[in-house]
């Protein structure tokens, strides 16, 4: 079954701080992976696409990587900021099929002063 | 550009009432998408089209219809609304198959409950 797991389910961290989400997939055939930022009550809004062959793809504060032998992608967030405060999913694209993007839930990310 | 815009933010239906959910991009993007999201569960696709005229089934159609007349408009019909409709929807577009590594872009969403 295509499934996209993400963890932590939710994540507090003071400004400043780093942190790292996680994301475990089972998607195939396997085409891209992304990680979107969703605000509270807004539409997700894409941070990076990374196919099978890219290793690490860096947006700012934002660095996202990929093991596509172990199925493994994380989202490291530097130097934190109240504004991250956002849920971030992770999304699989596979090829083909009439679904072709899978979303995780998601880890909703707290940065508190 | 104005990007993907949806009407209304926010509505509330009775059981058994219809409404169209609105939709439009000016992007000029052949494909554009419907999903739904509930609370503490990952986005599901209803219908999406990959340009005008040609519209197909998602992962969860049951309920609703799609038209698409332009490629700027996708609207989202319910004709009988039922409280397992309740959720937020969003729109998206791309300009082309997300699976060969095209950006999607997300509307702002509507909120929908049904009572």
């Known amino acids: 079954k295509n499934q996209v797991e993400q963890s932590p389910q939710s994540l507090i961290i003071l400004e400043g701080k780093n942190c790292t989400l996680q994301?475990?997939?089972?998607?195939?055939?396997?085409?891209?992976l992304r990680w979107y930022k969703q605000d509270t009550g807004r539409g997700p809004v894409s941070l990076t696409i990374?196919?099978?062959?890219?290793n690490t793809k860096s947006n700012g504060r934002y660095t996202a990587t990929l093991d596509a032998d172990t199925k493994q992608s994380s989202l490291h967030i530097t130097a934190s900021q109240l504004s991250d405060s956002a849920s971030y999913i992770c999304?699989?694209?596979?090829?083909?099929?009439?679904?072709?993007?899978?979303f995780g839930k998601g880890t909703r990310l707290s940065v508190i002063a | 550009n104005a990007g993907v815009t949806q009407t209304p933010k926010f509505r509330i239906l009775k059981i058994g009432q219809s409404m169209t959910l609105q939709c439009a991009q000016d992007m000029n993007h052949n494909y554009m998408y419907w999903y739904r999201q509930d609370p503490g569960m990952g986005l599901k696709l209803i219908y999406y089209?990959?340009?005008?005229?040609?519209?197909d089934k998602g992962e969860v159609p049951n309920g609703y219809n799609v038209s698409r007349s332009t490629t700027e408009d996708f609207p989202l019909r319910l004709e009988l609304a039922a409280p397992s409709q309740t959720s937020v929807y969003f729109c998206?577009?791309?300009?082309?198959?997300?699976?060969?590594?095209?950006?999607?872009?997300f509307g702002p969403g509507t909120r929908l409950t049904v009572l």
């Open positions: 998206a577009s791309s300009y082309s198959k997300v699976s060969s590594y095209n950006e999607q872009f």
């Open positions: 999304v699989v694209s596979r090829w083909g099929g009439n679904t072709p993007l899978v």
């Open positions: 994301c475990n997939y089972t998607v195939s055939p396997f085409s891209n």
């Open positions: 089209s990959v340009g005008a005229g040609i519209t």
């Open positions: 990374m196919t099978f062959s890219e």
